[in-house]
C-alpha cells in the first residue's frame, strides 16, 4: 500500500478514487483499485452497470455506489480524483463537462479511454482555465490487464501526478518489482504514447500473421502444427505476449466444425482507429511509420471484399517451388519476423521521439520501454534491450543501431532476403516483412534517388535543390526551359 492508501475504510466522502463508465473496463479497473484497499466511488449513466458490479462483484473491496454526477463527487476525498472509462470521443465529452460541473479548484480529472491526442490537450487547457488538472491517461492490457494490472501511460500536469501516481502505480503491472506506470508528460503526451503503443501493436500482429501466412502457404503446415512452431518461438527472442496467444488461438478448435477455429474465422480485419491515428500522425511529423502504415492497409485491403472477388484467381504468373528443408526456412520465418519486429518498435520509437519534440514533453523512450513490459499488448522480452539501448544513448538516432539490436538483425539479414524472395516466389503477399527489408535497406543505402526526385521537382516547379558540394542550407536551380545553367536561389 502506498502512502496514497486509506487510513480508514470509511464511505462517506472518503473514497479515495472514482471510476465513472463501468463497462467491461471501467469495472474492472475499479476492482482493482479496489482489491488493493482503496475505496472506490462508482458511477454509470445508466445505474443497472453499477448495480450489476456491485452484485456480482461488490465483495472484491469498498465502493461506494452513486446515481448523479453530484453525489459521486461528493463521495470523494478531496482532492478528488475521478477516473473516466466511457466511450472515446462525444461521450468523453460529455462526462467532463458533468465532472467540471460539480468538482472543484485542484480537483483531478483523468481519462483512461483511448482518447485522441490533440483532445486531450485541447481538453486539459479547458480543465487547467477552470482550475482543474486533467490527466489523459493511457491503458493498455484490455479487461484482464485493467482488473489485475494493466501498463498505465498518464500525461498532465507533473503536480498531478504526486497525488494520482501511487495509486496508479500500485494498481498497474509490475516486472522485476517496477511499476508499469510512470508519468509520460504534459497534456497530451500519455495519449500520443498509447496511440503509438497500438499501432506498434497493429504491425506486431501483421508481421505475426505474415509469419503465420508463409508457414501454412509456404510449407503446408497446419494450424496444429504452427501453433507448435510459436510455442517454441516464444522462448527465445520473440518471447512476448502476442506471440504466446498466437499459439493458443492457432491451436482452438471450432466446436461446430471440428476444424481449427482460425480455419473457420472470417479472414476480414477490423479496427477500431488508433492505428489509423498513429499513421496520420506519423504523415503529419513527416516520421515513416512504414511498418504501422502496411499494418494499417492490410486491415483495410482484407476488408476490401467486392475487391477481393473480383480479383481472386487472378493469374500469379509462374510460381517457385515451395522449400525443401522446412526447419531451415522456419528459421528463415523467425528470423524475418525478429527483425521485422525491431524496425517495427524503431519506427514507433521515432515518432514518439518526433511528437515529443513537436509538443515540448521531453518523453524519456527508456521509460516507455520499462513500462510497456508487463501488462500492456506489446509486452515482451525484448522491451528490456530496448530500455537498455535507450539508457545507454538517449539521444539515439534509430533503436537499429544500438549494438544488441544491430547484431541481431546482422544475423538475420541473410533469413530476412530468402523470405522476401520466397514469398514472392510462391506469390505470398507480406506487406510487413517486405516493407520492413525495404526501410532497412534505405536506411543504409549511401545514395537514394531523392537526387532524381529533386530533379523532376525543379524541372517541373522550380523548387530547388541542395548539392552534395555545397552548405546543405544552400538553394540551386537549373534554369530548364533555358540555358540549363544553374542559379543559387
Ligand atoms: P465502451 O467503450 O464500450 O463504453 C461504454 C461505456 O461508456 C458505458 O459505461 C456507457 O454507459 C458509457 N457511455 C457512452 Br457509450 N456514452 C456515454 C455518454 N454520453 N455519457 C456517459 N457515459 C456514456 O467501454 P469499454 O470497452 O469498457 O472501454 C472504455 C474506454 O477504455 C474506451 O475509451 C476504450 O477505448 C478504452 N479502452 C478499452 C480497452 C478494451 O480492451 N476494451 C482497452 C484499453 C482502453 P452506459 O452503460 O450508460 O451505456
Known amino acids: 500500500m502506498s502512502s496514497a492508501a486509506p487510513e480508514s475504510k470509511a464511505t462517506d466522502g472518503t473514497a479515495q478514487i472514482g471510476v465513472t463508465g463501468l463497462a467491461v473496463m471501467g469495472s474492472n479497473i475499479a476492482r482493482n483499485f479496489a482489491r488493493h484497499g482503496y475505496t472506490v466511488a462508482l458511477h454509470n449513466r445508466s445505474i443497472a452497470k453499477t448495480d450489476a458490479l456491485l452484485n456480482e462483484h461488490g465483495s472484491d473491496g469498498e465502493f461506494v455506489r452513486t446515481e448523479t454526477m453530484a453525489e459521486f463527487a461528493a463521495a470523494l476525498q478531496r482532492p478528488r480524483r475521478a477516473l473516466i472509462m466511457v466511450k472515446a470521443g462525444a461521450p468523453t465529452d460529455a462526462v467532463i463537462e458533468e465532472l467540471a460541473e460539480v468538482f472543484e479548484d485542484g480537483d483531478i480529472i483523468i481519462d483512461g479511454g483511448n482518447a485522441l491526442y490533440t483532445d486531450t490537450i485541447r481538453r486539459e487547457k479547458a480543465m487547467a482555465e477552470r482550475g482543474l488538472h486533467f490527466v489523459g491517461a493511457g491503458i493498455s492490457g484490455g479487461e484482464e490487464g485493467a482488473l489485475n494490472g494493466p501498463s498505465i501511460m498518464p500525461g498532465g500536469p507533473a503536480e498531478s501526478y504526486k497525488s494520482l501516481g501511487p495509486l496508479l502505480e500500485e494498481i498497474s503491472a509490475h516486472v522485476d518489482g517496477v511499476p508499469c506506470c510512470t508519468h509520460i508528460g504534459p497534456d497530451g503526451a500519455g495519449h500520443f504514447v498509447k496511440m503509438v503503443h497500438n499501432g506498434i501493436e497493429y504491425s506486431d500482429m501483421q508481421l505475426i500473421g505474415e509469419a503465420y501466412q508463409l508457414l501454412r502457404d509456404g510449407l503446408g503446415m497446419s494450424a496444429g502444427e504452427i501453433a507448435e512452431v510459436f510455442t517454441e518461438w516464444n522462448t527465445g527472442d520473440l518471447d512476448s505476449f502476442l506471440v504466446e496467444i498466437t499459439a493458443e488461438v492457432l491451436q482452438q478448435t471450432d466446436a461446430k466444425t471440428g476444424r481449427p477455429l482460425v480455419d473457420v474465422i472470417l479472414d476480414e480485419a477490423e479496427q477500431k482507429g488508433t492505428g489509423r491515428w498513429t499513421v496520420k500522425s506519423a504523415l503529419d511529423l513527416g516520421v515513416p511509420v512504414t511498418g504501422i502504415a502496411e499494418a494499417v492497409f492490410a486491415r483495410a485491403l482484407s476488408g476490401s471484399v467486392p475487391q477481393r472477388k473480383a480479383t481472386t484467381g487472378l493469374a500469379s504468373g509462374e510460381l517457385g517451388e515451395r522449400p525443401a528443408d522446412r526447419d531451415t526456412f522456419t528459421e528463415d520465418v523467425r528470423r524475418a519476423?525478429?527483425?521485422?519486429?525491431?524496425?517495427?518498435?524503431?519506427?514507433?520509437?521515432?515518432?514518439?521521439?518526433?511528437?515529443?519534440?513537436?509538443?515540448?514533453?521531453?518523453?524519456?523512450?527508456?521509460?516507455?520501454?520499462?513500462?510497456?513490459?508487463?501488462?500492456?499488448?506489446?509486452?515482451?522480452?525484448?522491451?528490456?534491450?530496448?530500455?537498455?539501448?535507450?539508457?545507454?544513448?538517449?539521444?539515439?538516432?534509430?533503436?537499429?543501431?544500438?549494438?544488441?539490436?544491430?547484431?541481431?538483425?546482422?544475423?538475420?539479414?541473410?533469413?530476412?532476403?530468402?523470405?522476401?524472395?520466397?514469398?514472392?516466389?510462391?506469390?505470398?503477399?507480406?506487406?510487413?516483412?517486405?516493407?520492413?527489408?525495404?526501410?532497412?535497406?534505405?536506411?543504409?543505402?549511401?545514395?537514394?534517388?531523392?537526387?532524381?526526385?529533386?530533379?523532376?521537382?525543379?524541372?517541373?516547379?522550380?523548387?530547388?535543390?541542395?548539392?552534395?558540394?555545397?552548405?546543405?542550407?544552400?538553394?540551386?536551380?537549373?534554369?530548364?526551359?533555358?540555358?540549363?545553367?544553374?542559379?543559387?536561389?
Request: with cysteine.
Open 337 to 489: 519476423l525478429y527483425a521485422s519486429k525491431i524496425i517495427a518498435y524503431a519506427q514507433g520509437f521515432n515518432q514518439i521521439q518526433a511528437g515529443s519534440a513537436e509538443y515540448g514533453w521531453n518523453v524519456t523512450p527508456g521509460d516507455l520501454a520499462t513500462i510497456w513490459r508487463g501488462g500492456c499488448i506489446i509486452r515482451a522480452k525484448f522491451l528490456n534491450r530496448i530500455k537498455d539501448a535507450f539508457d545507454e544513448d538517449p539521444d539515439l538516432p534509430t533503436l537499429i543501431v544500438a549494438p544488441y539490436f544491430r547484431s541481431a538483425i546482422e544475423e538475420s539479414i541473410d533469413s530476412w532476403r530468402r523470405v522476401v524472395v520466397t514469398a514472392t516466389r510462391l506469390g505470398i503477399p507480406i506487406p510487413g516483412f517486405s516493407s520492413a527489408l525495404s526501410y532497412f535497406d534505405a536506411l543504409r543505402t549511401e545514395r537514394l534517388p531523392a537526387a532524381l526526385t529533386q530533379g523532376l521537382r525543379d524541372f517541373f516547379g522550380a523548387h530547388t535543390y541542395g548539392r552534395i558540394d555545397a552548405d546543405p542550407a544552400a538553394r540551386f536551380h537549373t534554369l530548364w526551359s533555358g540555358d540549363h545553367s544553374e542559379v543559387e536561389a
